[in-house]
């Protein structure tokens, strides 16, 4: 059993930055693939980023390629993500997710069994 906190989330100005953290309990993190997606109102849920277990290999949505990055750190159970010049679009719910590394594919959030109660970022113009 995996437990997730995000925390992190805010207001902030078009342009500006924040970096959400999402905590971990359970001896399994170091092995479990990290997710993060995006929700806004009346919208779609959203791939965000993916970061295996070790750090080695990261996915990106394309609305987010090139702004945000995905780190963890394993001795700390703690995955965060880094946004970088944040736009109104981004206003949203963010939450982790933690999985397995078996699966078809990084973005399904269906595949991660575990998620968080999620964080607001709002970005205003």
């Known amino acids: 059993q995996v437990q997730l906190v995000e925390s992190g989330g805010g207001l902030v100005q078009a342009g500006g930055s924040l970096r959400l953290s999402c905590a971990a309990s359970?001896?399994?993190?170091?092995?479990?693939?990290m997710g993060w997606f995006r929700q806004a109102p009346g919208k779609e849920r959203e791939f965000v980023a993916v970061?295996?277990?070790?750090?080695?290999?990261?996915e990106y949505g394309d609305s987010v390629k090139g702004r945000f990055t995905i780190f963890r750190d394993n001795t700390a159970n703690t995955v965060y993500l880094r946004m970088n010049s944040l736009k109104p679009e981004d206003t949203a719910i963010y939450y982790c997710?933690?999985?397995?590394?078996?699966?078809?594919?990084?973005?399904?959030?269906?595949?991660?069994?575990?998620w968080g109660q999620g964080t607001q970022v709002t970005v205003s113009t």
């Open positions: 997710a933690a999985r397995s590394p078996f699966g078809t594919s990084w973005r399904a959030g269906h595949e991660y069994e575990y």
């Open positions: 970061i295996t277990s070790n750090g080695g290999y990261t």
């Open positions: 359970g001896r399994t993190f170091s092995t479990n693939t």
